[in-house]
């Protein structure tokens, strides 16, 4: 336990919260020491020399001295390759069964000794000592992952191991996850166990509340991502390259997965950055749909209290004009913090306050906490007790529950990994339904159990169904949120069979996507943890996760009105755009940091809500795409080595790039263009890219461009629905795609296709049909950017 850890341990627990912190973490030592058996002696172990192959569909099966490894490639040219017999299923990530191999890929001898697969839009190559290449049909390397190495326990009991790759020197790495340092990781070590920081989080905390073994890769050779299907704690360090070090040769990037135990198994996605999102999706999930509704304005705070301070809240925005769809609840709204339960002293009449807001277009999201208060009476609690044979809630291995600390006292946990525990936990959300709430937020579902040091979670030794197989926390950490949010989204669809579910969550893994999206969690109020905001989006969208948001204005403190609003000019370009603050960090109402903050903060929200149609239109490709709505501005030029360096700016969709403000006292920025001329959206003044440009900040605003030739649904002033266009450049074409709100139900979308060019003097814009381009007829076409003048 460091001293930062110390400082936040003092500042997180009361003096008697922090003295059953600490029994409660002792506790769960002994379990530990008890439940887990010393490792004792290890024997490592290696691949060995190759010594022969068995041809199957898509690849094969190569057998070496001490292990074998088998490699096949799916029709659409995602690689799994995995050893020691490992298969790809069982698997919490995928969403079903692998993708069928590509039957007319074959193993067949390479040279030196190694095996190959060659597909058409890859080629693995396996060496003699176990490396494994993967190359571009060109055969140029993207990746070579060298020989593993595991140490096994003499006595019994999981191995863990190390897998070491190398990389193209130029290659620059994404993913893993929500990290707050991103969304280019630097050389660093970076852990696989998701976290609660204790209290706010800053661009120095590692790991957060989602950590997955994916990893985005970028480099002059191509685009590829790598995912590991292991969940149990590791650590990936990462070492980025350096062309023409040393004697002129290129050093190589390299990576270091250390696992603590589980399968070592791998799927590899090649192709440029939309087909690699698409391939991952197709493997993992499509994303869930969020209800038009939730596309909106939320707001959110810890600490309303009462139903007057909610109703006078809303009345706020409404006196003001100002825009709002969604108000969340959290734990001060529960009867002593227990899920499922309300403080009726404080709302009487909770159904009836979430009727009036919906009347007027404001719908209440309640927040769902995992933990259980371990109590007789409590009838969530009994209810778990009495499920099947022994219970809903994790058990030590003496058959013990489980007892942790969190808000509302002494609790246990449900066990997610048991399919009869996730159909009883997602029946419990009828109560949520019942008392007006249209959708969910998972918090403290790492899972957490407050202690003073070490990790915040249940012991590792604790036991866990996982499906039937059977195992400890060590491999159910990970995917403990994950299988809440399955328990939530399956039970509000079956509550709710017609209404397509909301809910998002603060912790998951790999596949969270299926079931919803997720948020920032506790980042810190101050200059640092607004850049960090921006990080953790594009960071989580690039491993298929696209709708999410931080807490607008900061988690922990009182931001200067300055820092709000440059906060709020960012979260309403983002997915998910809410406000929210800790019970003593003040209040997040636009109004309470002054006329001027008030001013500039409408004209945000009027530009959200007037852009609602693309918001609809991006959720819709999402799904049925995996593209996230956030992008980073390499996302259609990855070859482009500066733009894979710029970390403070973002496409939304195909149309637009925003440059938020990062820093105190800015009121210009400079913002890099990927190549295409760019319409700055209020000057109207036209710029060609690649390059760097110089723009206007002013507090009134944040830079916004938009790509010449893209067509944006948008609400009309009346509010109707209609396309604006902008200019191509002469001589080039445009277009875009726009999907129509179908409504919240499960509707199939159509997606229209529309394309611009010059014709005649101006800008026609048509839709493409089966039949060929037809002018467009029937709505409303704004067409900006003619005559812009050229910056």
């Not at 290659?171 to 209290?199: H, K």
């Not at 990037?253 to 087909?275: D, H, I």
């Not at 059977?470 to 209404?499: C, I, K, T």
């Amino acid at each position: 336990m460091d001293g930062r850890e110390l400082v936040r341990s003092v500042r997180v627990f009361s003096t008697v919260r922090g003295l059953r912190a600490m029994r409660s973490a002792w506790r769960q030592r002994r379990t530990d020491a008890w439940g887990l058996r010393p490792r004792g002696m290890e024997r490592a172990r290696v691949p060995g020399q190759a010594e022969g192959a068995e041809p199957l569909p898509g690849g094969g099966v190569v057998r070496f001295a001490r292990s074998e490894l088998r490699v096949c490639v799916a029709s659409g040219g995602t690689v799994f390759w995995a050893w020691d017999g490992a298969e790809p299923l069982p698997s919490y990530a995928l969403a079903g069964d692998p993708p069928e191999p590509d039957q007319r890929a074959e193993l067949e001898p390479d040279k030196g000794g190694g095996w190959r697969v060659v597909s058409e839009r890859v080629t693995v190559a396996v060496s003699r000592n176990g490396a494994v290449e993967v190359r571009t049909p060109g055969g140029i390397v993207l990746r070579r992952d060298l020989p593993p190495r595991w140490w096994e326990p003499v006595n019994g009991g999981p191995a863990r191991w190390v897998q070491r790759t190398e990389f193209p020197a130029d290659a620059r790495f994404f993913g893993l996850g929500g990290r707050a340092s991103g969304p280019r990781l630097r050389n660093g070590t970076y852990r696989l166990w998701n976290t609660d920081p204790r209290g706010a989080f800053a661009p120095g905390d590692d790991p957060l509340y989602i950590t997955m073994p994916v990893q985005l890769v970028v480099s002059d050779a191509g685009t590829h991502l790598a995912f590991h299907d292991n969940s149990w704690d590791g650590r990936v360090t990462l070492r980025e390259g350096e062309e023409g070090a040393g004697s002129g040769h290129d050093r190589p990037g390299t990576g270091e997965l250390r696992m603590s135990g589980g399968p070592l198994r791998c799927w590899v996605v090649v192709g440029t950055p939309a087909r690699v999102l698409h391939g991952w999706t197709s493997l993992t999930g499509a994303p869930a749909l969020p209800p038009s509704w939730a596309l909106g304005p939320q707001h959110a705070r810890w600490g309303f209290g009462t139903e007057r301070e909610v109703r006078r809240v809303v009345a706020g925005y409404k006196e003001r004009d100002l825009p709002l769809s969604v108000l969340h609840l959290d734990i001060d709204h529960y009867d002593e913090h227990q899920a499922f339960t309300v403080d009726r002293e404080r709302f009487p009449d909770l159904p009836g306050l979430a009727r009036e807001l919906r009347e007027d277009g404001v719908r209440l999201v309640s927040i769902v906490d995992p933990a259980v208060k371990a109590e007789r009476g409590n009838a969530v609690y009994e209810s778990g007790r009495s499920l099947g044979a022994s219970g809903a809630f994790v058990r030590d291995g003496r058959g013990n529950e489980v007892l942790g600390l969190v808000w509302p006292g002494e609790c246990v946990y449900p066990d997610f990994t048991d399919p009869a525990v996730r159909e009883w936990w997602g029946g419990l959300y009828e109560e949520r339904l019942a008392e007006g709430f249209s959708g969910v937020w998972h918090d403290m579902n790492e899972p957490v159990s407050f202690a003073p040091f070490g990790d915040m979670t249940l012991p590792r030794s604790a036991r866990h169904a996982l499906e039937g197989r059977g195992g400890d926390h060590r491999e159910a950490h990970n995917v403990y949120a994950l299988g809440m949010a399955r328990a939530g989204y399956e039970g509000l669809r079956r509550l709710r069979p017609d209404e397509r579910p909301f809910l998002f969550s603060r912790s998951g893994w790999a596949g969270m996507q299926r079931y919803g999206g997720t948020w920032s969690g506790d980042v810190s109020t101050g200059w640092p943890g607004l850049r960090a905001s921006l990080s953790l989006v594009l960071g989580t969208g690039l491993c298929g996760v696209p709708y999410s948001g931080p807490d607008v204005g900061g988690f922990d403190g009182s931001p200067s009105p300055e820092l709000f609003l440059r906060w709020y000019q960012l979260g309403a370009w983002l997915p998910l755009f809410r406000t929210h603050a800790a019970i003593d960090a003040g209040r997040r109402e636009p109004w309470e940091f002054g006329p001027q903050v008030l001013r500039h903060a409408r004209v945000a929200l009027a530009e959200r809500e007037r852009l609602r149609p693309y918001y609809v239109t991006l959720a819709q490709l999402a799904r049925l795409t995996g593209a996230p709505y956030v992008r980073p501005l390499w996302w259609g030029a990855p070859e482009d080595r500066a733009l894979r360096d710029c970390e403070d700016a973002f496409l939304l969709g195909d149309a637009l790039l925003v440059a938020p403000v990062l820093a105190r006292g800015m009121d210009r920025r400079a913002v890099r263009l990927p190549r295409g001329r760019w319409y700055d959206t209020a000057t109207g003044r036209a710029y060609e890219g690649p390059g760097q440009i110089l723009l206007d900040a002013p507090l009134s605003r944040i830079p916004v461009l938009a790509r010449a030739g893209a067509v944006i649904p948008v609400r009309g002033e009346d509010g109707a629905e209609e396309l604006e266009v902008w200019a191509p450049a002469e001589g080039r074409t445009g277009g875009g795609l726009v999907v129509r709100d179908a409504g919240d139900g499960w509707e199939r979308a159509e997606v229209e296709r529309y394309t611009t060019r010059w014709a005649d003097g101006g800008v026609r814009v048509e839709r493409v049909t089966d039949e060929g381009p037809v002018p467009v007829e029937g709505q409303r076409v704004r067409v900006r950017g003619l005559g812009a003048v050229r910056g």
